[in-house]
């Protein structure tokens, strides 16, 4: 069931970057912010009923490196970007930060102390939340921000690959209220 969770996010998904070759922002972050919701119950799913198996894993990384790595990726092409050359330079290793990040995370899975459960490296999804937050931050409050994309991606790429502890039931629970603060403020947009 899970599995089949975990594939229905691949209609939301194409039809984030649908609506960002469109030049619709809003849809597509209400479709990305979807998708993250799907993936999130697929994971709860898989974990509440004990029917996590490698290829699950292996299915929802694969996922992942669509919604939240390539989403990004035509999200900054087609919103955020000054400069090409240095969009597809920083965007290369943000790409494959998230990657290795993926594969790490497969093969080691979630760190535990004290009865916590942890990520090691800060989890792929941000990297399309830090995104869409740099695209609030345009529109509602300062457009230079544009400017400090590709740097913002390149300290995500190293956030991504170190050992840093983030406790995982936060991370779920900001992705969450994030996806749903996302979707609110698009509707807003839509309706201006």
Not at 47 to 60: A, C, M, P, V, Y
Not at 158 to 169: A, F, G, H, P, R
Request: hydrophobic letters at 55%; a positive charge.
């Amino acid at each position: 069931m899970a599995d089949w969770i975990s594939l229905s996010t691949l209609f939301p998904i194409l039809l984030s970057y649908y609506f960002i070759l469109q030049g619709r922002p809003n849809e597509a972050i209400i479709a990305h912010s979807i998708s993250f919701i799907l993936d999130t119950l697929d994971g709860y799913l898989a974990r509440k009923f004990k029917i996590s198996t490698e290829f699950g894993k292996q299915l929802d990384s694969s996922i992942d490196i669509l919604n939240y790595l390539i989403f990004s990726g035509l999200f900054i092409f087609n919103f955020l970007n000054y400069n090409i050359f240095i969009t597809i330079f920083v965007l290369s290793i943000t790409i494959g930060a998230g990657i290795l990040r993926l594969i790490r995370f497969d093969s080691t899975g979630i760190f535990i102390a004290e009865n916590k459960k942890y990520y090691l490296g800060l989890p792929v999804p941000f990297v399309s939340f830090s995104i869409l937050f740099a695209f609030y931050i345009s529109l509602y409050f300062w457009s230079g921000i544009i400017n400090f994309i590709p740097l913002i991606m390149f300290v995500i790429a190293i956030l991504m690959l170190t050992e840093i502890k983030i406790v995982k039931n936060y991370c779920q629970s900001i992705g969450v209220i994030t996806s749903i603060l996302y979707i609110c403020l698009s509707i807003i947009n839509l309706t201006k």
